[in-house]
Nanobody, 112 residues
């Protein structure tokens, strides 16, 4: 199983980014996918997940600003992040939900 995350970068507060995570070596349409994030010196926290049929779940901080989606044809899960805040700064990781399969992380930095 390989998960390749991309799309991070530097953005000003109030801006938007879309993260992507391409999966391979796994039956993508049969699995739930999740996004987590880890800020410096902090634990890794859940951000959002999407079930195999696309039902989304969000953390409190993500709800209303972030949208998770998936494209089965591309075996890719996305995280659209709007109205970004400096406290969203973190390394963002995708994960096959409930497993130890993690992507390598992509850095998101939000400047004030």
């Amino acid at each position: 199983v390989q998960l390749q995350a991309s799309g991070g970068g530097l953005v000003q507060a109030g801006g938007s980014l879309r993260l992507s995570c391409a999966a391979s070596g796994i039956m993508f349409n049969n699995i739930a996918m999740s996004w987590y994030r880890q800020a410096p010196g902090k634990q890794r926290d859940f951000v959002a997940s999407a079930t195999s049929d696309g039902r989304p779940y969000y953390s409190g901080s993500a709800k209303g600003r972030f949208t998770i989606s998936r494209d089965g044809a591309r075996s890719t899960v996305y995280l659209q992040m709007n109205s970004l805040k400096p406290e969203d700064t973190a390394v963002y990781f995708c994960r096959v939900a409930g497993t130890d399969f993690w992507g390598q992380g992509t850095q998101v930095t939000v400047s004030s």
